[in-house]
């Protein structure tokens, strides 16, 4: 439960509101590429958080993540984004950022 929180957390503060708007209005993420890539090539391009070292092009990843999801998968709620983020985490072995989030989450109201 702990994690799903901190994901929960982390998809809130990586929402589309963060994203870079253009001059037309549109955000750098909700690119037609975005739009048009399927499940299985997203899966197959998604990097672990640890290995991008640049503090900027972790948080392009998460938005990106974030236009993925919403140009792909518009009927997916937030408890879903999560579920198939964390997934993506888990089957990339991204250990490093699986360890963080599980030592970040706090229980709530500091029980």
Not at 16 to 23: F, G, I, M, R, T
Not at 49 to 70: F, G, M, N, S
Not at 96 to 109: C, E, I, R, W
Request: aromatic share 6%; charged share 20%.
């Amino acid at each position: 439960m702990r994690i799903l929180a901190a994901i929960a957390a982390l998809l809130l503060l990586s929402g589309p509101s963060l994203a870079a708007v253009n001059d037309d209005g549109a955000s750098d993420t909700d690119t037609p590429a975005v739009a048009a890539t399927d499940d299985a090539t997203f899966d197959s391009q998604f990097q672990c958080p640890e290995t991008i070292t640049d503090r900027d092009a972790q948080i392009d990843e998460a938005l990106h993540y974030q236009a993925w999801a919403r140009l792909n998968h518009p009927d997916w709620n937030l408890r879903k984004r999560m579920d198939v983020r964390y997934g993506l985490l888990r089957r990339h072995a991204c250990a490093v950022t699986l360890a963080n989030v599980a030592a970040s989450a706090l229980p709530p109201f500091g029980k």
